[in-house]
């Protein structure tokens, strides 16, 4: 079996299990948003935003080195554990003491409360970093998206007693914190056996992290600014706009994500294992990474296309009526959905390279365009236009982090990547011109609307596509024999 096989067979299992998972959030998504307001997921999203930033400090950049690991010692392996418990106490304090001065941001004096159902997240988050690595590693994608999915139905039937008996704030705030303890229970208890190795166990080693200490703390840099650039808007706008306008803004942020995650979080996971383990030469690895990127851009395109098209008829059936105001702001973030589907499989190749040195340098310029466009756009005082001003750095980011990879690692013109793309975007090009000269004409209901985007886009992609098959476009722009 050739690489790429091993690797359409590895992304075919990450992809099913992926789905299983989100359709099972997209529909306790649907729930939870005609139970709470938006200002309650506003004041929840608020703090929310802040301790995925504590989450990332306490898996410290460990779960992708950990992946690169040929061998691990029981030494190395019972230590690694044993640092994630400490360091996840620790986040947990900081965190704690932390929600006193959001109380102070958002002038507000309940968040010390929500935080500890937080609190207890960030623990289990940060001790499930080993076992969760472990088997990305050797790709139990069916044993994670069990664990996942148990996860979120027991945390669901909690949810709804807690919003019937307590306040709704509580329950949105102890869904995370369900999810996290089952997730590394059942990981632990059930999974782990099956890995090559093993269940660690408590033991304090902390000369175990030094093999991985170069490759986690660039990581780790990179993490960090990653999320500024991605989450400031979140911050701003609670500030700035309100509660209630994070709320909106939040769900559809998280609507765009929902396609970005089920095509580029599953593929991630399974794509790194394969690299780092099966490719021989940067020359194959660039190789696989074309074929995959042009095949990756017509789904995205396709995707993105899609919801633009029905972000009214998504929002409705997904959120419900109270929810109209997410459908503007959807549209625009359909737009940057290829952009960040595909972006998103570069930290694959460069942390499967051993490159995150590369990778922290393009964090650093990501961070920087997407920071200041956010300030900048800030001023303005529209949400609209904060969207579209990320759309554009998000363009500018995806960039200059391929002509980094093209130029460094692969010792190729960007400008051969670029062209990889033409055939999706030409696609997703004569799918909006079409689709607009018809609505332009015609006034179509929702469901019209869905039918005649889905008919007209997988037609014109489906005969592109087939096109570039028939004339080796591809092959002929990435040198695949």
């Known amino acids: ?38 200002e309650v997921f506003g004041i929840f999203a608020a703090i929310q935003v802040f301790s995925i930033f504590f989450l990332m400090l306490g898996e410290v950049g460990l779960g992708p080195a950990i992946i690169n690991f040929k061998t691990l010692s ?31 941001f958002y002038n507000r004096d309940d968040y010390q409360y929500i935080s500890i159902f937080i609190c207890i997240s960030i623990i289990f988050s940060c ?38 008996n307590f306040e709704p704030l509580y329950a949105l705030a102890v869904r995370p914190c369900v999810v996290s303890i089952f997730r590394f229970i059942i990981n632990y208890t059930i999974h782990l056996k099956w890995t090559e190795f093993g269940i660690p166990r408590l033991y304090w080693y902390p000369k175990a992290v030094k093999p991985i200490l170069k490759f986690s703390s ?41 396609p970005l995650q089920l095509v580029s979080f599953a593929i991630g996971p399974a794509l790194q294992p394969i690299l780092s383990s099966e490719c021989k030469d940067i020359n194959e690895v660039r190789i696989i990474h ?41 549209t625009i973030f359909s737009f ?63 960039i200059q982090c391929y002509y980094l990879m093209y130029k460094n690692i692969f010792n190729e013109s960007v400008v051969r990547f670029l062209f990889i793309l033409i055939p999706s975007l030409l696609s997703m090009c004569l799918s909006f011109l079409l689709y607009n000269c018809l609505n332009y004409y015609f006034s179509l209901n929702m469901i019209y609307k869905l039918f005649y985007s889905i008919s007209l886009s997988f037609l014109i992609f489906f005969v592109v596509y087939w096109l570039c098959g028939y004339m080796k476009i591809y092959k002929k722009v990435s040198y695949v024999s």
């Open 1 to 38: 079996m050739s690489t790429f096989d091993k690797l359409k067979k590895a992304i075919i299992k990450s992809v099913i299990s992926r789905y299983s998972v989100y359709i099972i959030q997209v529909g306790t998504l649907a729930i939870y948003s005609r139970l709470f307001t938006p």
């Open 74 to 104: 029981e030494k190395d392996k019972n230590g690694l554990f044993s640092l994630t418990l400490v360091i996840g106490i620790i986040i947990c304090i900081l965190f704690y003491l932390f929600s006193f001065w959001l109380n102070y």
């Open 127 to 164: 001790i499930n970093t080993l076992p969760n690595s472990f088997l990305i590693r050797e790709r139990f994608f069916f044993r994670l998206a069990f664990s996942d999915i148990l996860s979120e139905i027991i945390a669901f039937f909690i949810v709804v007693y807690v919003y019937y």
């Open 218 to 258: 660039y990581q780790f840099s990179f993490n960090v600014l990653n999320y500024f650039s991605r989450n400031l808007d979140n911050i701003l706008v609670g500030k700035y706009f309100g509660l209630t306008s994070l709320g909106v803004y939040d769900k559809s942020y998280m609507l765009m994500k929902y």
């Open 290 to 330: 074309d074929k995959l990127i042009f095949n990756l851009s017509f789904i995205s395109c396709l995707i993105g296309f899609l919801i633009y098209s029905n972000s009214d008829l998504i929002v409705f059936i997904i959120l419900g009526e109270q929810w109209d105001s997410v459908v503007g702001l959807l």
């Open 336 to 398: 940057s959905i290829p952009i960040q589907i595909i972006l998103s499989t570069s930290g694959s190749v460069f942390q499967s390279l051993n490159e995150t040195r590369l990778m922290f340098i393009s964090g650093v310029f990501s961070s920087f365009v997407n920071i200041i466009g956010m300030i900048l756009s800030i001023n303005f005082g529209d949400i609209y236009i904060l969207a579209t001003v990320l759309f554009f750095t998000f363009l500018i980011n995806f």
